[in-house]
């Protein structure tokens, strides 16, 4: 793939943070997690893993991580964009000084920010699997406890599944300290049975553009909902 990138013209500077900022570190952040999770494993004995403490230390020694980068941390859980071109552009165009996470990295094929980006998510993954191991291990549950839920299906388009997750996301309905709209928007993908979060961003940037209404699902959910209700009332 960075070969492929590194001879590869984008065709704007809005594409290329796509790629460094949502796609590339989605899939640096997989084979983190998965990597992670081997030497976890690899490191500790099957009686080890039975108890609590290796999954307590371990949670603590990935929350350090994440504190100790608060800022960008900060930056990336508010969705703000305005050091987008510095974080997320080839390390040749940005201007970026070299730091920890991109000390040897290829100035074509590379951003400063999208590894530790890729790291950050993948250590926030991490850190929900080990959650819920400790919780299994306070509490098993028995087969006879475990119920099956037919999936939902999602009927609308997918760009109206992306401007209510921007809204709930913009709203505050949601804690939006604890998770991004793209960690969001993979959630709502996996309760409604659909895939929003490989164009999320692009499908966000054709919603700003419309002219007439840019909230044109939600004002379709506000009039049926009203016409529900003056039904029902009436």
Known sequence: MNSFIRGYRFNSVQDEIVYFKEIKPQLVKEYVYLSSLKSFYEKHQDLEIKQSKPYKKEVDRLLYFIRDEKDFYGYIKKTHTHNDERYFRRLSDSG?????YNLNADLESSCSHGLLLAKITAY???????TRQLNRLKAPVGAEHIKVALPLEWKANKVDAVELVYALYYSGAVDTDKCTVHELAKQFGELFQIQI??????????IKRRKLEPARFLVKLLNHFRNKVEEEYT
């Open 96 to 100: 970026a000084s070299r730091t920890l």
């Open 124 to 130: 926030e993954k991490l850190i929900g699997f080990y």
């Open 197 to 206: 979060t490989e164009q999320l961003y692009r499908e966000y940037i054709d």
